[in-house]
Structure formats: structure tokens, C-alpha cells
């Protein structure tokens, strides 16, 4: 299966199972929370070190206690995206419906606009702008109900206040599992002790004791306990390899399939705004699947100059590669950028590459990156008279490679 195929089969098979997620939630209402997220993160435990076993990433685990920055990073982002969308929107449920709270909760892709300049050094096109936009004004069609007013007399506010917070912290989880390419498996396995030792101190900490289940707890808990690797597993593998924001507006989806859960489970009937929500949320993804500027790279240097071609970060493409010394990159922090140029300055990319001043440097046809390369060709939107170049290194290394590109395509065309 190639690259792009299996990470959009695992982003929409997240999103069915993130869309009803929430709605099983209401079920936990009049339990103890604390003992249930506990016992599910408990029994997440073996599932993740099954997980690492399978991908033969065990001894990683082991290594990983002595790298404390990526230690501290896979605990910050684990605790920001798992406990906000579990625990956090299992109490708003106590005052909101399902719905509502899930609406809210997905105001994340929007949130996340604020981190991407910054932390992922990512472009905003007028096309992406636009597509969040209508996905967030479906967003507030379904708060309100169709009914603006409703919005500042609602009672709820300090809960929703509360959501939306959630919401932020959670989209920052999503940027820094993309920023620092945390190894997928290392971070699932890893969050499992991150949440479990969370949960215990909180346990502990509010007087709270074990009591007897009843079999929906003891569903939801399996059912919590699987998901919390497989659901996660593949939300974040298509966030890495997939642009941010196409990962991020096709979530925004999330709360129309919660609606029809919620409907099938307790027959919450499905509104006329609910749709509407929907359909805009499915411009917005139209939009983003065809935008090819947005998501590029944008070099922090000051004064970098105007180049003739638009950078790609992706990195994403290359995180699992064993070959050629770019998984090694990869795993030390080093980024992969990519762009295309016409062929008739392809000249200067063999001449750049063939000279061996710059390591690490591709023209696409290496065949030890065949596949990865066919996924950046989508990714760049190739053409037959195009030529791409990919370049791992640090970001500083990859700059000056593509800075040095441009001026030899120079002038400016």
C-alpha cells in the first residue's frame, strides 16, 4: 500500500473511532472516573509493549528513560491530547450533551492555526484560511443551534469555556508529536505509564476506592484500552506523513459521525444545522486537498531570501526509512525538505548533488527512497516537466542548500 493510501485508510479509520468515543462516554456518568481511566490506562500497558514487540522496538523503550527531552516531550504531549479528550470530555458530559461537547472539542484543528507558524515554521495559504473558516462557522452553527443568541444566554459557558481549553491543549499535543517526529510506537507505549501514573495520583489523591464494575464499565475500560494505542496509532501516523492541515480539517468531520452514534445509541435525532455542519466541513477538506502552497516551509532566518520554488517539510515521509542514512536524520532531529523546479534548471540540482559539497541531497530517482519519493511527488504536486530535490540535514544545513538552489537559478523567473 503506498504511503498516502494507507495514511488517509488510517486518518478516516481514527476518525470513526474518535467520533464515537465521546458518545460512550455518556455511559460513564455516575462512576468513578478516576478508577475507570485508570484501569484503562493499566490495561493499555501490555497492548503498547505487544505494539513495540510486534514493530521490534522493545530495547527502544528501555533507552528511551535516558533521552529525558524526549521523554519529557512524549509525557507533555501525552498527557495534553489523552486526558483532555477522555477524562476532560467524559466531565463536560456531566452539563452538556455529547454533541455539544464534541463540537466544542473539535474546535482543535481551528486552535491549532495559532501554533503552526511558529512551531512548525509552516505557510498559511488564503485557501486554507478559507477552508477553516467554514469549517468553523459550521462549528458555530452547531454551539448555537442555528440561533446566534443562544450563544452568549447559555448557561453552560464556564463548561464550554472549559472544553475549548481542552480543545487548545490538545492541538498543541498534535503540533509537538509533529514538530519533534516522535516515533509512533515509542510514544504510544510510552503514554500508557504517562496516564497510568497521571491517573493513580489523582486516584490516590481524591480518597477514592475500588468498587465493583458493572460489564458496560468493564466494555468501556477494554474498550478505552484498545483504543487508546490502535486509534491513537493511526491519528498519528497520518500526522506526520499527511499535511497538517489536511489531517485537521478532515477531523473536523468528527462531530457529524458522533451525531449519527448518538442517534443509533440514544436516539438524539439528527438536526438540519447538524448536516450543515457537515457539508461545510466537506468544502473545507475539497478546498485543502487542492491547495499545493499551503503547509510549506517557511525558513526563520531573517532576511531569507525569495526563492523561485515553495519548500516542503516532510519529514513525516521518511520517519520509519532505514535506508540511506535519512532514518538516522530523522530520529536525531534532522528534517527532510523538498521541492520541484523545471527541468531546465535540473542541471543544477545534479550539479549540486554530484559535487559533494552537500551531503544528503536526492534527486528523487535513488532507489533505496522509491517509494518515499513517489509520496513527495504528491505531496509537491509533480509535473512531467518537473524535477524534484530532497534534502536531509539540519534545518540551518537544508537552508543554505536550497538558498544556494535558488541563487543559481537566478534571475528570478
Known sequence: MQISTKAYVYLFASLLIGSFTPVLLVLTIGTNAFEL???????????????????????????????????????????????????????????????????????????MLIFIPFLLN?????????????????????????????????????????????????????IIIKREMLDTELYLAGSTFVLT?????????????????????????????????????????????????????????????????????????????????????????????????????????????????TIFDVTGAFAGSGQGGIGDIVKSGGRVFATKVHKDHAHHIAAMIGGGEYANAYSGSEGFIASESAFVKEILGMQENEAMVIKAGAVQENDAFFDELNRRMQPLQ
Open 122 to 174: 509552516e505557510r498559511l495559504s488564503k485557501s486554507q484560511i478559507a477552508a477553516l473558516g467554514l469549517a468553523f462557522v459550521g462549528i458555530i452553527i452547531g454551539v448555537s443551534g442555528g440561533n446566534l443568541s443562544n450563544i452568549l444566554s447559555n448557561v453552560d459557558l464556564p463548561i464550554i469555556g472549559l472544553v475549548i481549553m481542552l480543545a487548545v491543549g490538545y492541538a498543541l499535543a498534535n
Open 37 to 111: 481511566f485508570l484501569l484503562a490506562s493499566l490495561l493499555s500497558i501490555p497492548v503498547g509493549i505487544a505494539l513495540l514487540v510486534k514493530k521490534s522496538k522493545l530495547p527502544a523503550l528501555a533507552g528511551l528513560l535516558k533521552n529525558k527531552k524526549r521523554l519529557f516531550y512524549i509525557a507533555l504531549a501525552a498527557l495534553l491530547s489523552y486526558v483532555p479528550y477522555q477524562y476532560g470530555i467524559a466531565y463536560a458530559e456531566h452539563y452538556i450533551s455529547a454533541s455539544l461537547a464534541t463540537v466544542l472539542f473539535r474546535l482543535n484543528p481551528l486552535l
Open 197 to 309: 501514573l497521571f491517573y493513580a495520583i489523582f486516584f490516590v489523591g481524591s480518597g477514592a476506592h475500588f468498587v465493583a464494575l458493572s460489564a458496560v464499565d468493564i466494555g468501556i475500560i477494554v474498550y478505552l484500552a484498545i483504543t487508546n494505542i490502535f486509534s491513537f496509532y493511526m491519528y498519528v501516523h497520518a500526522l506526520k506523513v499527511l499535511k497538517t492541515t489536511i489531517v485537521t480539517n478532515t477531523y473536523l468531520l468528527s462531530p457529524f459521525f458522533s451525531f449519527v452514534w448518538a442517534d443509533a445509541m440514544f436516539g438524539t435525532p439528527i438536526k438540519i444545522y447538524y448536516l450543515a455542519i457537515a457539508v461545510l466541513a466537506g468544502i473545507g477538506i475539497v478546498i485543502q486537498r487542492k491547495d499545493r502552497v499551503g503547509g510549506s516551509y517557511r525558513s526563520r532566518a531573517r532576511g531569507a531570501p525569495k526563492h523561485n520554488f
